[in-house]
């Protein structure tokens, strides 16, 4: 690997950073003098936004968590294809970029999100074919038990799972895009972008292991 494509990868995640950072329900919650941070379960998410700010809110909060990681894979796709003759591998980097912006932003104490819509951005982002596996389970899940974070953590983990079977059956749409030491690259960071969110749902395992998460319902919580 040459200087420029470790300086690509590290541009592509910076940029990816700063699009993950605009965190919406946040935003949507200022506007309104209500800190996320403080209400419900303290996540700045969709469904903690739906929770305590309405459905219009958490519906405006998912879409943009989802389409702020396109944005940020379309933007140095048209940035970075001046200078590299592939820009495959710096899109997903740049993907990566936007899930730890989203997660970690710097001016919250590195304390954002869940990375599940924007996750989910990532799939669709760069990887379409792997939407309906996890896209399915989640919403049976989710319809089954109410347990949004439980729908969660198996998809994002069926996500990883599938890519590791596209690569090992090889899918032309994977394989044909990132070959070698990419894949290997590309499959690392499936799986830790996977991993990640999971480990930010420990609280929710908890929960779900003791029997006290909450489920999901279209209403706002009541505040005093």
């Known amino acids: 690997m040459t200087s ?3 300086i690509g990868r590290i541009v592509a995640v910076i940029i990816g950073y700063c699009f993950g950072m605009i965190l919406m329900g946040y935003l949507i919650g200022k506007s309104k003098n209500i800190d996320l941070t403080k209400v419900g379960s303290g996540n700045v998410g969709s469904t903690n936004t739906m929770r305590n700010l309405g459905v219009p809110a958490g519906l405006i909060t998912l879409l943009w968590d ?5 944005v940020a894979v ?7 294809h001046r200078f ?11 993907g990566l970029g936007t899930v730890l912006g989203h997660d970690f932003p710097c001016y919250m104490h590195f304390k954002g999100g869940k990375g599940v819509a924007s996750t989910l951005g990532f799939i669709i982002a760069l990887f379409p074919i792997g939407v309906p596996i996890p896209a399915v389970i989640f919403i049976a899940i989710v319809a089954i038990t109410r347990y949004v974070s439980l729908g969660s953590i198996i998809g994002v983990l069926s996500f990883a ?3 590791i079977v596209f690569a090992l059956c090889d899918v032309k749409s994977v394989t044909d895009r990132f ?3 990419e894949l290997t690259e590309v499959l690392v960071i499936c799986c830790f972008v996977s991993a990640l969110s999971i480990a930010l749902h420990h ?5 779900l292991l003791s ?3 909450n489920k999901f319902s279209f209403h706002p919580e009541t505040r005093a």
């Open 74 to 80: 379309v933007f140095v796709w048209l940035t970075f």
């Open 211 to 213: 029997g006290n998460e």
């Open 179 to 181: 070959q070698g030491r």
């Open 161 to 163: 799972a599938e890519m």
């Open 66 to 70: 989802c389409t702020k990681c396109i």
């Open 203 to 207: 609280a929710n395992i908890k929960r």
């Open 4 to 6: 420029g494509e470790i």
């Open 84 to 94: 590299f003759e592939d820009t495959n591998i710096y899109m997903v980097y740049a």
